[in-house]
C-alpha cells in the first residue's frame, strides 16, 4: 500500500501510469477487487478542478454519493475507488493515505 504520489511513481517506473478511468466498463473491472485503490484523478493543482495523469480534464464520472466533499474541511485532492455493500464508486482523499493502486499501460498495435 502506498501514498496517490508513491503509487504513481511506481507506475511511471514501470512505463505506465495511474489508471484514467473512461468508461463504465473500466470502472466495473476495478470494483471486482474490492478495495479502495487509487487512480490517475485529482484537482491537487487548482481545487474543483479535476484532471486525470494525463492532463485531459474529467468528463465522466463514478462519484460516490456526497463525493467530491473535503470531509470535515480536510484537504483531499487524490480520487480512490471505495467499495462498499450499498455503493461503488469514487472518494476524494487525502493524498498521503496509503492504498492499493492500479497501473493503466498504453499498447501499441
Known sequence: ???WNESRTDCLQRGADLV???SEEEQEFINRYQERIW???ADSEREG?????DGTP???SFWHSGEPNNYLGQNEDCVETRFDNEENGWNDSICGQRNFWM???KMFL
Open 1 to 3: 500500500m502506498k501514498t
Open 49 to 53: 478542478t479535476w484532471k486525470w495523469v
Open 20 to 22: 484514467v478511468v473512461n
Open 103 to 105: 497501473c493503466e499501460k
Open 58 to 60: 474529467l468528463t465522466t
Open 39 to 41: 487512480i490517475g484523478l
